[in-house]
């Protein structure tokens, strides 16, 4: 009865082609791993990082396959400073790879929008 949420790992940062956009990795988990359809939150990135991941997922047959959601955020950064968090992946930090904190920073924001859609339905 779970509601399966994927976070992506995106990054326009990393110089690998295999890491631009939604990498390689998830790619592979989403696409030959998991065999159930799962909630896949994606930020509206920019227009141009946003066409290169809509290509993905329709190359790659993922967007048939998982529930897209796309859902604008632009409250990453400022979470962050509200709560003090100093984050770094694969050594860069916010400024340096927005786009991953954003994708992880989107997927809890979709988290809390299901969980508070299933808390509304289950008083009912």
Known sequence: GGIPISIPRISFSDQRDRHKGISHHS?????????????????????????????????????????????????????????????????????????FFEAASTAAYYLAEVCNDSRRENHK
């Open 27 to 99: 790619i592979t988990v989403l696409k030959e791993i998991v065999n159930v359809s799962v909630n896949l939150p994606i930020c509206t990135y920019n227009d141009e990082q946003l066409c290169y991941i809509k290509e993905q997922l329709i190359s790659n047959g993922l967007e048939s396959k998982h529930n897209i959601v796309y859902i604008e955020n632009k409250n990453s950064k400022s979470d962050l400073e509200y709560f003090g968090l100093k984050v770094r992946s694969m050594g860069r930090n916010f400024d340096q790879d927005k786009e």
